[in-house]
């Protein structure tokens, strides 16, 4: 049995990782409190006592307004940790899954990201990103990097309580209206579908960029209007624009990845956003076969 090692464990895909790799595989499960990635000593620490043969890297400074006024700390975490974990794996030769986003690319293609697009971020937290992808594509060599999008799961991180579906179905309790932006376009992804994805990518050893969301594309404001309706919320929900919002960040109007390299490689089994947003409700309720 292979012996994995999962950085970022307590983490909303962490826990999905847990959930659906730890039947199959012996895990090692770490989180900032035990490692701080940012620190080498710590990092070359954790290889030595757990010997991995696969780590799958999923901590990161995930707090896109925080990283825009505390960018040294975004290239700590999202960077120099990445380079940090890669080069340990290099050294042990084990393979290593990392992380990476969809805010690596600027939005202006209007139509869905394929891998060997060029990336521009518009936003600290997307450059720190890249610049993470880049360390671990040049310290080692047995890699999947994989790009994702709008996760979501039934285990919000340790630490903060909600993600965006239980955001909206708690202000529609609160509130008689709703404005959602519809002018960012997206594929919302379920971090049990993505951790799936994962244990079918580690089972080849196709090393490489891979994007991995769901299928198709909506506005944040399409999918709270799918939540309403899957959980029969009634409160009324309207369009509204990122200008009219006011985000402090600048973020790509539209960030569709296409998973062209899982397809291309037989390797797809991401289901459309709708489908998995049902599924997202069944796991709620305990009720999701996995
Ligand atoms: N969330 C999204 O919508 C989204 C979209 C695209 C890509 N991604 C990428 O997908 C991955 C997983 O995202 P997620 O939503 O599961 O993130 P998350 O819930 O924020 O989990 C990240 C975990 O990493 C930990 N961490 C932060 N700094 C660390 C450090 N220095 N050393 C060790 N651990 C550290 C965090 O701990 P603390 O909470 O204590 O900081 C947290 O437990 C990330 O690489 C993220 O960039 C996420």
New binding site residues.
Partial sequence: MQNILL????????QDLIRILSRDFDMTK???DQ????RPSQVAELFESHRPDLVI??????DVPGCETNDRKAF???AL?AKHVAQNCERSSCKLVH?????VFDGKKNNPYIESDLPAPLNVYGVS?LAGEHYVSAYGRKNFII??????GIH?????NSNFVETMLNLAKEKDTIKVVDDEVLTP?F?IHLAQQIKKLISSDYYGLYHATSDGECSWYEFTKKIFEIAQVKTKLEKTSVKEFGSSVRRPAYSVLRNYNLKERGLDIMKPWEEALADYFLDKENKLKI
């Fill in positions: 950085i970022g464990s307590n983490g909303q895909l962490g770490t989180d900032v490692c701080d990635i940012t890297n999923t901590a990161a400074w995930t700590e975490v999202n940790g992380i990476s986003t969809d805010y990103k790009r994702t999008s709008g996760l979501y919000p991180a340790v630490g903060k992804t971090t």
